[in-house]
């Protein structure tokens, strides 16, 4: 029988693949270290890369050079334990955990264009894989767009990167202890002052 989708209430499981597809906004999927694994078809538009060469890269060969070492330390802390009370501070809280930051991208000629990522957790918190979408680049002045266009890291440095980020997320892995319900929470950090980003369809 048809079905009028004027009644449909839910989404099925296999839908999910066609809403990432036809979604207005760049979205890719990057596993713990970094490395693009999936993203739609606007996302290889406005990067200007195919599939298949995005799938060869990490989030930090779509990052500026000067953005780096931010990307890194925040990213690192994203796949971090939470970290809790001990004896010796308990007058002092925990910081609130990070799970989503805003990046200074690189693209091959487009100087407008970020990095929005976000970690993704299971149900009880393990970090399972990061969600990056594009957006626009607001703080950019034209004098810091014009001196940074066309500027793509290093492969040293970005496999170096990589590479630590790859460790750190084994080892967060192998020590990681879901948090209590009570510490669910939903703060969000790195994200620059002022006006937010926006999504972009090109």
Excluded: W
């Excluded at 099925?12 to 713990?32: H, K, L, P």
């Excluded at 940074?148 to 440095?157: I, V």
């Amino acid at each position: 029988p048809v079905v009028d989708p004027r009644t449909v209430t839910s989404v099925e499981e296999g839908d999910y693949r066609q809403v990432f597809n036809s979604c207005a906004v760049g979205m890719a999927i990057a596993s713990m270290g970094g490395a693009f694994i999936d993203c739609n078809e606007l996302f290889c538009q406005l990067s200007q890369y195919t599939k298949q060469e995005l799938c060869a890269m990490t989030v930090f060969n779509l990052t500026s050079r000067d953005d780096l070492q931010n990307a890194f330390d925040v990213i690192s802390s994203m796949i971090s334990p939470p970290n809790t009370n001990n004896s010796n501070n308990s007058n002092t809280p925990a910081a609130p955990p990070v799970h989503h930051c805003v990046l200074k991208g690189a693209m091959k000629t487009r100087d407008d264009l970020g990095l929005s990522v976000t970690i993704i957790r299971s149900d009880e918190g393990v970090a399972k894989c990061f969600c990056v979408t594009l957006i626009h680049n607001q703080s950019n002045s034209a004098a810091h767009a014009h001196a940074h266009a066309h500027t793509l890291p290093s492969s040293r440095t970005a496999s170096a990167s990589f590479n630590a980020l790859q460790q750190q997320a084994q080892q967060q892995q192998n020590t990681y202890m879901p948090p209590p319900p009570s510490s669910n929470v939903t703060v969000k950090q790195g994200k620059p002052q002022g006006t937010g980003p926006y999504f972009t369809t090109g």
